[in-house]
């Protein structure tokens, strides 16, 4: 006879003793990301432990549902096969997946600075070069691969713990008993799958609640954080503001600022992972892994207030390049918008006679770059397939130095004026440089890896430039570099969400007036209208970011992670999580943003709060209607200033 009654209580406490792993999992987290951390002292973490527990059990319900649902079929005696085995082959394979998901997610943390969503696996479904990457992957994270297991054998143990009582069989009341159990048992998960009784159920943002901004991963597991993502569509519109009122604060409709169309060549040189933190031109901290790219800025306009639009190459590409950011849970480039209709350098200038080109070293197909350059207005693309000689092929790409020969070549036989990208990729994890370079550019001490490779990236850019300047293209030419996003760090001003988005954002132009240094805070989407206002571009035209070169435009960046909104504006950043002000920070004075000053500040909290606030209606309207076009009859006036 099945015992109900008893099944009940030996699949609650499988599920209780689940905490045990997730929990462990949550210190592993905190240990190995321990300079993300840096200011979480021992009690808070103690805190963040026991509040955890409350985003513990949606996941382990959910994650868990199938062996929920096995469990509680009333067959099969206690000795069974199907109580023995199948049962505990369900709950290990659920369970070994969610705990290698936190495990991994460990690793992933210093470079996108949050818990994994649901996109994620868009994400890993794009391209042909995870097959390629994992054997270094293995290599570099062979340890976090045994503590898995470790894990995954410790939860075995637990569940074999469950085992242990003998079944006892009581007939008496059998059926009142076992509905009795149904239906509290049901209830009990009802509620755990909620989160709790309030009105809706937990969502990732609801941690904002217990932890600042900076901390909310800590609270957070990895199972939760996906499955409360899949099936939500990645932007929500917003209505803040009224049509008339939202022009007035913030308007994406660039009109000529005349003067005559100069159609200078136009370079953009995107570098893999290259921090301000790295650029002793602009880190303040008198220490540089890029002579050449300092000397360069001796030479050129460079802005030492800039920021990243996001925290992924599939994200930086659009911010640069079309001046679209990623202000919502996936990427532009595969989320459900990727068709709407968008202006970019590429099709503008293509409008004006340029040719435009595309260059990235990576394989054919690598986060879908080479479809967003074709719907982007890209005529050339030259990846991988087109270099056509993998005698030069790191994991992910073509080493930087032969590639960027293979750049400055190309753009030899490309018609002048012309517009091209240039991505690079040796700055990448698993953070290799060539073998005729490592006794150049050792690691030195215990410093991070990557930074050795910042150094051979520096020194192929020295040498494209050796080529480069003897070209008759050269002298008319603007360059522009700019990351696609910061880069690992151990720095605490550098983990933290203003510092985690600092980049350089440089111009330069032989034998031009641009050259000095600009403070003016600027962010990636502002490339394109600068851009297009140095050239004296003659038509109107549609972009979320602003000309850094005019005086008259409210500058600020954006940034967004998990529903989480920060934006800056020298010298302060204000933070919205969700619809709600929760933080306001003289980044300036106090870069370790320790003291909350939203209560202090009034004037500055509420003129940031609204310009945050037309920013995202704009972006959300506009994306979500595909209305990123330039609408007749749309002002041309600049938006008010929000100064203080």
Not at 247 to 272: A, C, H, M, Q, W
Not at 579 to 607: C, F, G
């Amino acid at each position: 006879m099945v015992n109900i009654p008893l099944y009940c209580r030996t699949l609650i406490k499988r599920l209780l003793l689940l905490f045990i792993p997730y929990e462990l999992c949550r210190v592993f987290y905190f240990a190995y990301n321990h300079h993300y951390f840096a200011s979480v002292s021992t009690s808070k973490f103690a805190y963040y432990l026991f509040i955890g527990l409350r985003f513990d059990i949606p996941a382990i319900i959910m994650t868990n549902l199938p062996f929920i649902i096995l469990s509680l079929l009333p067959f099969g005696r206690i000795e069974s096969v199907y109580r023995r085995s199948v049962l505990k082959i369900v709950f290990m394979v659920i369970n070994g997946i969610a705990i290698f998901m936190q495990f991994g997610d460990s690793v992933f943390l210093p470079f996108v600075y949050k818990r994994s969503t649901a996109d994620i696996f868009k994400f890993l479904s794009l391209g042909s070069d995870s097959t390629d990457v994992m054997p270094s992957v293995i290599k570099d994270y062979w340890y976090v691969l045994i503590l898995w297991a470790l894990m995954v054998l410790l939860t075995y143990i637990l569940y074999t713990y469950t085992e242990r009582k003998k079944a006892f069989v009581n007939t008496k009341n059998y059926v009142a008993t076992s509905v009795s159990y149904y239906i509290v048992l049901s209830s009990v998960f009802v509620l755990g799958f909620r989160g709790g009784w309030q009105e809706k159920p937990l969502t990732l943002l609801d941690a904002s609640y217990y932890a600042p901004v900076h901390d909310i991963p800590l609270l957070l597991n990895t199972p939760f954080s996906i499955l409360k993502t899949f099936g939500e569509p990645p932007l929500k519109e917003h209505n803040f503001f009224t049509p008339e009122t939202l022009d007035k604060i913030y308007s994406p409709y660039k009109l000529p600022t005349g003067g005559t169309f100069r159609k200078y060549n136009v370079v953009t040189i995107i570098l893999e992972s290259f921090s301000k933190e790295y650029i002793g031109a602009i880190n303040n901290r008198h220490k540089t892994y890029t002579p050449f790219l300092d000397s360069l800025i001796s030479q050129s306009l460079i802005f030492d207030n800039a920021f990243s639009d996001g925290k992924k190459s599939i994200e930086g590409i659009p911010s640069v390049t079309a001046g679209l950011p990623t202000w919502m849970d996936e990427p532009y480039i595969t989320s459900e918008y990727n068709k709407d209709t968008i202006n970019t350098l590429a099709n503008l200038l293509s409008k004006e006679g340029y040719r435009t080109a595309f260059f990235h070293g990576g394989i054919n197909g690598t986060m879908g770059f080479d479809k967003y350059c074709k719907k982007a207005g890209f005529k050339y693309y030259f990846g991988r397939k087109e270099y056509n000689n993998d005698k030069d092929m790191d994991v992910w790409g073509i080493w930087d130095e032969p590639y960027f020969q293979y750049f400055a070549k190309n753009l030899d036989t490309l018609h002048q004026p012309f517009y091209a990208a240039l991505f690079t990729i040796s700055s990448h994890h698993p953070f290799n440089i060539p073998d005729k370079y490592k006794s150049k550019f050792p690691r030195v001490g215990q410093e991070m890896e990557i930074l050795k490779c910042v150094r051979y990236s520096d020194m192929s850019l020295k040498e494209f430039f050796q080529t480069a300047s003897k070209m008759p293209w050269y002298d008319s030419t603007l360059f522009v570099f700019v990351a696609d996003h910061a880069g690992p760090s151990e720095d605490a001003y550098y983990s933290n969400r203003v510092g985690m988005y600092e980049l350089p954002i440089i111009f330069y132009m032989p034998h031009s007036n641009l050259k000095g240094r600009s403070h003016t805070t600027v962010q990636q989407i502002d490339i394109m209208p600068t851009i297009l206002g140095y050239l004296n571009y003659p038509k109107p035209y549609f972009a979320f970011g602003n000309n850094a070169f005019d005086s008259t435009s409210d500058h600020f960046a954006v940034n967004y992670i998990n529903d989480v909104y920060q934006v800056c504006k020298n010298p302060y950043c204000l933070q919205m999580e969700g619809t709600r002000i929760t933080a306001l920070y003289n980044y300036q004075k106090d870069s370790m943003l320790t003291h909350n000053m939203v209560k202090e500040k009034p004037m500055t909290r509420d003129s940031m709060a609204m310009l945050l606030k037309a920013v995202i209606q704009t972006y959300s309207t506009d994306i979500i209607h595909n209305q990123m076009v330039i609408k007749k009859g749309a002002s041309s006036a600049p938006p008010v200033s929000l100064n203080q």
